[in-house]
């Protein structure tokens, strides 16, 4: 297995954070390493999401867990397991109105070594996306 996390304090309520990671139209906004996101993020719902870094190619995820507020789970990959992507959001509030949010996308299957060798370093790109959401929620709060 190999991962990527990311983390952020942010001094606003879960529910405002939540909105905005619910809120497929705007990432673009707010996270310039998104160029879009198709589809709705519910549960159970397959949605596409379009990277600078690939702008090319539409990244299709289903998103497999839903709790409203708290944590959220999006898994794509290839069929038979043979690459797999799962990319939780998890929001805790930690007093003081300050809430902390955590990133992580955990990549298993047997084409994992392979495949890791020819991805770009994504370290960078959930910073990004930790300190954009940040300063979304923070001005929306």
Do not use: C, H
């Amino acid at each position: 297995m190999k991962a990527y996390e990311a983390e952020s304090a942010i001094q606003a309520d879960p529910e405002t954070i939540w909105a905005i990671l619910v809120d497929a139209p705007n990432y673009s906004q707010w996270d310039s390493g998104v160029q879009r996101v198709e589809g709705r993020i519910a549960q159970g719902q397959k949605i596409k999401v379009v990277s600078e870094a690939n702008p090319g190619r539409a990244f299709p995820v289903t998103v497999t867990e839903f709790k409203t507020g708290r944590e959220m789970t999006w898994v794509g990959g290839m069929p038979l397991g043979l690459f797999r992507g799962v990319r939780t959001f998890n929001l805790s509030p930690q007093g003081g109105g300050v809430t902390k949010f955590t990133m992580r996308e955990e990549y298993t299957g047997p084409l994992l070594s392979m495949i890791w060798r020819s991805m770009p370093d994504l370290g960078p790109s959930f910073e990004q996306f930790a300190s954009g959401l940040r300063s979304r929620a923070e001005a929306a709060g």
